[in-house]
């Protein structure tokens, strides 16, 4: 069996890295934070004409009909240059809620979602607050056994803060007579598939900030002297950037499974989301650590641009489900009676 992505895969991912690299540059993300809604209409635009934004979008409503393989690699270099526009969100969460939901709400949104006319976003009680509510023209909200699909004047918006500057987070507020869009066994199966899907999103992107944040540090290390001596060339600085290295390498085998598991929907595509966003995470949280010290004072700043990186890897390891959910639900598969461990679970 072939584990590797294919040829295509990985041009697209190579065009799109150029792409997000030469346009969403730290610059532009801090002059975003400066604007009304903290997103541009024309960026936004032109991840559309590259049809990023209808990438999962079936066919017959004006996508390209792709799955979370074809998708997984470009979500990682999402977050290598910490993109604020939620391209992650719609492509692997609100596109595919949407679509298992069907019916009119599908046929009247998708095909607008595919040509960048209108955003989805997806509030689930799992995160309390909901990114980017303000833009949105459908949000997408779970509460209890229900799903409600609802148009911004339909909802009451109150902003909350982040960590991450370029995070816009709203608690929402549904009016008591909302008719939810589907509910009972229905809703709850949607709701964790949902789950599964947000937090291989943040898996992904916390893969990129850990590559970014180990990108930046070596390049500053290989500049910056002490003694007379490039700090790169210091033994300790080596170590603080080659543990991240291998935590890094092992993370992303599980993100690329996480992904396999959620397009064939696999029974085990929640153990395998779980196992992913730690490892992912943990990378990203170990790269910001590291990556401080070795900048020294100088990774303290605010005009330094690793904090962009930085704090968007601690936003993302508690959303989607935190370390404790995510470990609880591997804790529960390993100590259960089915669990199949070692080779001969593995290979079977």
Excluded at 109 to 131: C, D, R, S, T
Aim: with cysteine; net charge negative.
């Amino acid at each position: 069996m072939d584990f590797t992505f294919t040829e295509e895969q990985l041009l697209f991912q190579e065009s799109v890295r150029d792409f997000l690299f030469n346009e969403v540059t730290p610059e532009r993300i801090r002059a975003s934070w400066q604007s009304d809604t903290g997103r541009e209409h024309l960026l936004w635009q032109q991840l559309t004409d590259l049809g990023l934004v209808g990438m999962t979008v079936p066919e017959e409503h004006g996508g390209l009909g792709m799955n979370e393989v074809d998708f997984i690699l470009l979500a990682q270099e999402c977050g290598y240059v910490a993109l604020p526009e939620p391209l992650v969100h719609t492509a692997l969460v609100a596109v595919p809620l949407l679509s298992d939901l069907g019916g009119e709400l599908a046929a009247q949104w998708l095909p607008k979602i595919a040509a960048g006319q209108a955003k989805a976003l997806v509030g689930l009680e799992q995160n309390l607050l909901v990114e980017d509510a303000h833009v949105a023209d459908l949000l997408l909200l779970q509460r209890g056994d229900a799903i409600y699909a609802l148009t911004p004047e339909q909802v009451s918006l109150r902003h909350n803060e982040s960590v991450d500057p370029s995070r816009r987070l709203y608690g929402v507020d549904i009016p008591a007579d909302a008719a939810p869009a589907v509910t009972g066994d229905i809703a709850v199966d949607l709701t964790g598939k949902t789950l599964n899907r947000g937090a291989l999103g943040a898996a992904a992107q916390a893969l990129g900030l850990a590559q970014r944040m180990v990108d930046m540090s070596v390049q500053y290390t290989g500049e910056r002297q002490q003694f007379g001596k490039l700090i790169g060339s210091f033994q300790a600085v080596k170590h603080h950037m080659a543990n991240v290295a291998v935590a890094l390498e092992y993370a992303k085998a599980p993100v690329h499974r996480a992904a396999y598991s959620i397009a064939m929907d696999e029974v085990r595509a929640g153990r395998a989301v779980s196992h992913a966003k730690l490892v992912a995470c943990a990378a990203a949280n170990l790269a910001a650590k590291n990556s401080v010290q070795v900048h020294g004072a100088m990774g303290y700043p605010w005009e330094v641009d690793l904090h962009i990186f930085m704090k968007k890897a601690w936003a993302l390891a508690n959303t989607w489900g935190d370390a404790g959910y995510h470990k609880a639900r591997v804790a529960q598969y390993i100590f259960s009676d089915e669990a199949q461990l070692g080779a001969v679970g593995t290979f079977s």
